[in-house]
């Protein structure tokens, strides 16, 4: 069974960063694209950044701002984000998708989810 652990969450005052990690166990990493999403209060969960072996992926929000990678050898893809926004404010998770593909950013395209982590930007 996969399972995926995020870490990295906290509260950060705008203008800072943050570094997610998601662990992930259970599975060949290297042969599943991974994904981050995020939900904030009241809103539907949203695709933010993904990554399949090298390339990578981002919602308009985020582009230039947060960069996604992978390190095959830990299991483990990060989220970096830079420049933090009060509206980045959300419950942050990793997911993983068996299918390595181009335009993959609906929450049913992944088959794998973590719990989630918690990013709280202070204006």
């Known amino acids: 069974q996969v399972q995926l652990v995020e870490s990295g969450g906290g509260l950060v005052q705008a203008g800072g960063s943050l570094r997610l990690s998601c662990a992930a166990s259970?599975?060949?990493?290297?042969?599943?694209?991974m994904g981050w999403f995020r939900q904030a209060p009241g809103k539907e969960r949203e695709f933010v950044a993904r990554i399949s072996r090298i390339m990578t992926y981002y919602s308009d929000s985020v582009k230039g701002r947060f960069t996604i990678s992978r390190g095959d050898a830990e299991n483990t893809v990060y989220l970096q984000m830079n420049s933090l926004k009060p509206e980045d404010t959300a419950v942050y998770y990793c997911a993983a998708d068996r299918t390595y593909g181009l335009g993959r950013y609906k929450e049913s395209q992944y088959d794998y989810w973590g719990q989630g982590t918690q990013v709280t930007v202070s204006s």
């Open positions: 259970g599975h060949t990493f290297s042969n599943y694209a």
